[in-house]
């Protein structure tokens, strides 16, 4: 059957198309409302306890960190069920997303912190780490294998002399990301 109008008809998937959108981003949105507020409670009483306890703060952060990480699993436990009672289907992406950068978090303030002559290069690197890692639940496995090798090798840092350790980051940062990089441009399809 011919179309009548296409002009029409793709105006009509346009707007369509552009519905969709707007439903996601209005989901997206509604979801992350309650994260949001979980963790502005979080920063609030961990600030307002370091700030009447200082010499408490690594305890009072971890604690309230994993209570807020506790209640953070809850609500997505709960958005997948209903979820899945609603019939759609959420991704696992952006919990895992905030998981990977709360590990990072809390692995850089420990690398800063080490006071050991190599940190600042291990801070870079295990950035660069983390940046692949990240890019593994969006863009695929091979990223966030990457992303856990590097960190791994620029961590084994601390166990390298900090004269050597220069030559050493240049050959895994810098050859790293030149094996990354030809690694992902013979997986491009594009000619």
Known sequence: MPIPDPAAAREALAAASDGQH??????TYGRAGPFLVVWGIVWLIGFTLQSTLPER?????????????????????????????????????????????????ALWQAVLLSQHPNA????????T?????????????????????VTMLFLAGFLIAPPMFLLFAALVGGGGLIAAGLLLARRDPAP
């Open 120 to 127: 600042p290069g291990i801070y870079a690197g295990t950035v």
């Open 57 to 105: 703060a690594a305890a009072i952060w971890l604690t309230v960190a994993v209570l807020g990480w506790v209640v953070t699993a809850g609500l997505t436990i709960l958005q997948r069920q209903a979820d899945r009672e609603r019939g759609f289907s959420a991704s696992l992406r952006y919990p895992l997303s905030a998981a990977v950068l709360s590990a990072y978090a």
């Open 22 to 27: 707007r439903m996601r981003s209005a989901i």
């Open 129 to 149: 780490g983390f940046a692949y890692l990240i890019g593994g639940p969006w863009r695929g496995p091979l990223l966030a294998g990457l992303g856990f090798c």
